[in-house]
Every structure is written in C-alpha cells, then in structure tokens.
C-alpha cells in the first residue's frame, strides 16, 4: 500500500525497507519545543546589507572545503567539496573542489584576451566585453576531477565521503558555445584537435577533439549565476561537460586548432593511467558511470533505531543516469531507490531510499546505470580489468560500514 509522506509524519510511523517505526514524541523531546518562545523573539535582528555579500550562518562553520592530505606544496594541491553537507545537486561557489597546478592568479578582466588561432579561416582575439556580447547558454553539469577516489585503488582507509569522493561538485554553468566561436573564425578542412591553455603560471595545456568542441564544449564566465570565482578560472574557462575536469582548462587565454593532438606534459606523463601490462591508457576523456551514499555518513548518521533516508548522488559523463540501486548488506540484494527531478545529462542526479534502522550493523552501498547500458562495477572486477596502478577513473561501488552505534566506516579499509 502506498503512503504519503504526510501520512507517515499524521501517523507517527514511517513505512521502509525493515517494516514501520514509530517518531520521537513531541513530550520526548529536549530543548525548545514550538510552544516556547525563544530568545530570538525578544529583539531585533541584524539589519539588511551585513553583510553585503550574504555568507552562511555561523552554526555553518564547518561546511568547508579541505585538504585530503598534505602535497609538497599548496599550489599544486587540491580541496575536497563537503558532499555530506550538501542537499539536492548544486555545489555553493564557496564550496567546489579546487585543483590547481601553480596556484591561482590574479586576472584583471579588461586586460585579460582571448586568442583563437591555428587552422582557422580568421583568427581572433577577443576581450570579455567580446565575449559577453555573443548569445549565452546556461546548463547544469558536474565538474569532476579524474583523480576522484584515486585513493581507493589501494584501500584508503579514508572514512569521509569527503575524502573519497570530495573532487566533484555540481554547478549551473553560463557561457558561450564554443562551437559559436569556431563558427566565427571559421575551421580549416584538416581541423582535428584544439590545444586549450590556461594563464596560470604551470601553463596548463589539453589537446581537446573537435567533435568535443563543435559538440557541447563552453567558454563560461559564469557559475552559479555570479561571475566565475577566481579558483574556479576567473574571468573566463573551458568547460567540457562530463570529460575529466582537468580538461575544462581554467584562465583560458588561448585556443588553437591543430590536425593531431600535441602531446602536453598534461596528457603524457600525466593524466594517463598505467595498465596491469605496463603500457599507459591515454585520452580516457570521460568519466564513467559512478554513485556514492552520502547520507549516512562519518560526520551524521543513525543516532537511534527508527526511520531514515538513505540518500547520495550518481552521475555519469556519457549520459543521464537511468537507475540507482541500494544494498544495505553488503551487496547482497539490492533495493531502487528514487531519483529526484530534475534528471540531466551529464549531471548529479539525487537518489533516496527510505529505511527503518532497527540498530543492526549494515554495509550500505549503491550503484548506479546510464543510458548508454553502463552499470557502475564492483571494486573487484574494476582492479580484475585495470589492475591496481592506474591513479584516475576509479568508479567503483563504494561500501560504508554502519556499526550498532551508528558509526560509519570504510568497507574497503
């Protein structure tokens, strides 16, 4: 029988996988309880304008990027999103990943200039004030670093979505079709390739196909609504929806158009993965089809038996994910959970499952299926097809141990 969510809440009973269980009473409640009439009733609040860029409550402080574990240096370094403090599918500005190869510049936008030049009819250099003349489109995409869970080819021993899976994040992105830009310089017959490269100080280089580029490739300016932050590429990126987000090349200061790939430090001796045979899969551009639970998690999770949601994110950079399945004994049935509107290409896509926890240890997992008939692998049959070496595209079913106190670790550990 179907029940409502409001029949649940009328009822005090929650219908889940495990049977019914009944709410907290409103008398077994501590602290303030809506009859009361709190202190923030008693006074004015801050006035308007304080400040003048709206930051998060202070109760928020710790929602915040972090370190994975310390690098050589923290300008070729990287910060992880907070998935677990996050609802629905889009990334807050302050919070995407950050993966940078020398640092972040500083870019004044009326000096700043964009050349497109190689095998082209009309090579151009234009301004932002050019840019943003030329008709714009706004999507939504996930921007995910190849080197996402790269930690769990070896067994981390990491116990923080955050840590596992903290190099995605999910933004509405504004610009121009970069297909809008070739059509204007006009592509010369041999055109294979474009080499996009960055203003930062490692130069960043990638060799892009122009069936990428003449396809959904966007020269974007704007996330989110707001002009780029400068650690997301300000005043102006590349953004290839679901290919490897060391590809969305950011401060894009040129774009040239070749017959063959150029063969970058970037795509040589990195951004390859090295095989079980000793020889390095190159130009693995998209990302696969991949979930995590991010609901429960290390930092919130069952704190008595009773109803929950179960919930994360699944995405895949071929297509649309069509299905989300969750086990919570390790793999050994699996239950479809629900996917939350609205459902894109290239995109997060939420997922929910309703469940009673009746205090039992658990080992919760999902996986995800795209529309191009991919399912999200085991981590076995994906270390049985690549081995142990690669350093990028781990995709694998990721597994969280729930103990009988709630406490959340590491399958794999």
Request: one cysteine or more.
């Amino acid at each position: 029988m179907s029940v409502s969510r409001r029949q649940i809440l009328a009822s005090g009973a929650a219908l889940a996988i495990g049977g019914l269980s009944s709410t907290t009473s409103v008398e077994a409640q501590a602290g303030n309880v809506p009859l009361d009439v709190p202190g923030s009733m008693h006074e004015q609040g801050r006035p308007v304008l304080s400040p003048a860029y709206g930051l998060p409550s202070k109760f928020e402080k710790d929602v915040v990027r972090r370190i994975r574990e310390p690098r050589a240096t923290d300008t070729e370094a990287f910060s992880v999103t907070p998935l677990q403090n996050l609802h629905g599918i889009i990334t807050p500005n302050g919070l995407v990943f950050e993966r940078h190869h020398a640092g972040v510049p500083e870019i004044a936008p009326d000096q700043h200039r964009l050349l497109i030049h190689g095998l082209v009819e009309r090579p151009l250099i234009l301004t932002m004030d050019d840019l943003l003349r030329f008709p714009a489109v706004t999507r939504i995409h996930f921007l995910e670093c190849s080197g996402n869970s790269s930690t769990e080819w070896k067994k981390s021993g990491y116990h923080s979505v955050q840590r596992t899976h903290g190099l995605l994040s999910c933004c509405e992105w504004t610009g121009v079709p970069l297909s809008t830009i070739l059509g204007e310089v006009g592509l010369k017959p041999d055109a294979k390739w474009v080499l996009a490269e960055g203003a930062d100080a490692a130069a960043m280089t990638r060799s892009v196909p122009i069936e990428k580029a003449l396809d959904d490739a966007l020269i974007v300016y704007a996330q989110n609504g707001e002009m780029l932050r400068p650690e997301q590429g300000y005043p102006v990126r590349l953004f290839l929806p679901g290919f490897e987000g060391n590809m969305s090349v950011k401060w894009l200061r040129r774009l040239k158009v070749g017959d063959r790939p150029w063969h970058t430090r970037e795509e040589t001796s990195r951004y390859t993965n090295l095989l079980a045979n000793g020889k390095a899969y190159q130009f693995a551009f998209e990302m696969d089809v991949k979930s995590v639970v991010t609901f429960p998690n290390a930092d919130r999770s069952f704190k008595a038996p009773g109803f929950y949601e179960i919930s994360g994110i699944a995405w895949s950079g071929r297509g649309h994910v069509t299905r989300v399945d969750v086990s919570v004994d390790g793999g050994a049935t699996w239950h479809r959970a629900s996917l939350q509107e609205p459902v894109l290409d290239k995109c997060l896509t939420r997922f929910r499952l309703p469940f009673n926890w009746q205090g039992q240890p658990l080992e919760i997992q999902s996986r995800a299926y795209d529309d191009k008939g991919w399912m999200q692998p085991t981590r076995s049959s994906l270390i049985a097809a690549r081995g142990i070496n690669p350093r990028y595209h781990f995709n694998a079913i990721q597994g969280w141990k729930v103990a009988v106190d709630g406490g959340l670790t590491n399958a794999s550990a």
